[in-house]
């Protein structure tokens, strides 16, 4: 169900609800890999705020084996 525009369509319309009910603004978190979740938000009017990077290791019966970065992007937007 990739590509159809169903994240786009389900976005439009949680965001019309939160308008209805009195909300001015809405975030939305997103891993910094999920290019087309970010393009996605973007493309309905979410701009980033902020990115937040973390680093992990774990630790098994050999040692110490890196797990990587990671990246966590929250983007907003104002519901006007």
């Known amino acids: 169900f990739q ?3 169903l994240a786009k ?3 439009l ?3 019309q609800l939160l308008k209805e009910r009195g909300m001015e603004s809405a975030n ?3 891993s910094g ?3 087309a979740m970010q393009k996605t938000a973007e493309s309905v009017g979410f701009r980033m705020e902020h990115k937040t990077l973390w680093f992990e290791k774990e630790v098994n019966q050999t040692g110490w084996k890196q797990q ?3 990246i966590w992007l ?3 937007m104002e519901l006007v």
């Open 3 to 5: 590509r159809l525009g």
């Open 68 to 70: 990587g970065c990671n």
């Open 13 to 15: 319309k949680g965001m």
């Open 9 to 11: 369509a389900m976005l």
């Open 33 to 35: 890999s999920n290019i």
């Open 74 to 76: 929250t983007l907003g």
């Open 28 to 30: 939305l978190g997103t």
